[in-house]
């Protein structure tokens, strides 16, 4: 449920009185923000309100959210500007998310897991490069092409980040970790393997052994490559426990594809926009998905992020809908 707080009426009225990133930023408003689902909705899991670009702006860039447009990064990263960015206490000025994890955890009272988050390394410099969306990525993927070692310098130091952003995110009371590899699309499987599957296993590595010299309990880890249905088998591969399916991969194909690992967790993958589709059709595509994939080692959700239009009331659909499946 990315994005999730935005097609909620009261997430909208938050807004009106509060810049996005003063609530990422207040530990009492995200944990606020975060709650307003679970209030509403007989939901299974929390994910605590933040945002991938978090990460660009501890590193000293300037990150906007603009109505209507999205997240603007005024000035993008150039080749040379690499030295430039902070990351010395970055971790430290990203402390507020923890202490919106941890206030969050004790507002839940044990009703339901709480999910920390994390942008991966590919999809954070294709916003630091592009400075926002982007409809090809060009600028960044020109970095892959033409500025490779840069890119790979990059890559690494926001991987390092990453690591330490992850396990503090784990130290404050995360009990899932999910790594939002959004613009996976972009990249083919060549570039998929050169650009972001090292740094993706050296994530879930690194966070697993920086979690044990800490004497904390593993934490499981989702992994949500969107697009990349043509490197799910390779994504098996990597160590997370769970692997996030979006909308346009095929149940059957997915659980095929990594059906390398018998252990693996698949979650996913209905439709955002089969969210517009009356009660009755609503119910049958999600019963549909369920069996698709199987009721064991499966964890139900949208293939993508809702839209601010969806149906608040088609969204209790959804949710009682999975509920009534019969196991
Ligand atoms: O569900 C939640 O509310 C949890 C918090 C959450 C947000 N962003 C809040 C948010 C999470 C998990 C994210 C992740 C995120 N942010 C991703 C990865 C998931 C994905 O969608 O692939 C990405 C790529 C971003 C960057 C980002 N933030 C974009 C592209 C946008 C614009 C989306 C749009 O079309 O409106 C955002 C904005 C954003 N992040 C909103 C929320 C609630 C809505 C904007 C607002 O309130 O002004």
Redesign the pocket.
């Known amino acids: ?6 097609y909620l009426p009261e ?1 909208q009225d938050f ?1 009106k009185k509060h810049d ?1 990133f003063k609530i990422c930023q207040s530990p009492s408003l995200a944990c606020e ?2 709650l307003l689902p679970i209030r509403r909705y007989d939901l299974d899991a929390a ?7 978090v990460i660009p702006q501890a590193l000293g860039m300037e990150v906007k ?1 603009e ?1 209507g447009l ?2 603007v990064l005024p000035h993008p990263l150039t080749v040379d500007g690499i030295p430039d960015l902070k990351v010395d206490g970055a971790i430290q000025r990203l402390k507020y998310v923890g202490e919106a994890i941890t206030l969050t955890r004790h507002k839940l009272e044990g009703k339901v897991p709480l999910f920390g ?1 994390s ?1 991966a390394p590919w ?1 954070l410099m294709g ?1 630091m490069i592009e400075g926002g ?1 982007s409809k090809t990525l060009s600028k960044a993927k020109k970095w892959l092409y033409a500025h490779s070692k840069e890119s790979h310098q990059l890559l690494e130091l926001l991987t390092d980040v990453i690591i330490d952003y992850l396990v503090m995110q784990g130290e404050a009371g995360a009990q899932i970790l ?1 790594v ?1 590899d ?2 996976a699309e972009y990249l083919n499987r060549g570039l998929y393997r050169e650009f972001a599957l090292p740094y993706l296993k050296r994530i879930r590595e690194q966070v697993r052994l920086k979690l044990a010299d800490k004497n904390l309990e593993n934490i499981p880890m989702v992994l ?1 490559a ?1 697009g990349a249905g043509f490197s799910l088998r390779d994504q098996a591969q990597l160590g997370y426990e769970v692997l996030g399916i979006d909308w346009t991969t095929d149940p059957a194909e997915a659980r095929e594809a990594v059906s390398c690992n018998k252990n693996i967790v698949l979650q996913g993958n209905l439709d955002p926009c089969a969210l517009y589709a009356p009660p009755a059709a609503l119910k049958n595509y999600t019963n549909t998905m369920i069996k698709q994939f199987g009721t064991k080692n499966y964890i139900v959700n949208l293939g ?2 809702i839209y ?1 239009d969806a149906n608040v009331d088609n969204v209790e659909v959804f949710v009682n809908a999975v509920h009534e499946y019969p196991i």
């Open positions: 449920m990315r994005q999730a707080g935005r997430f807004r996005f923000v975060t994910i605590i309100f933040s945002d991938i670009l959210m109505p999205g997240p988050f942008g999809t916003y969306g999910q939002f959004s613009s949500f969107k993508h992020g601010p």
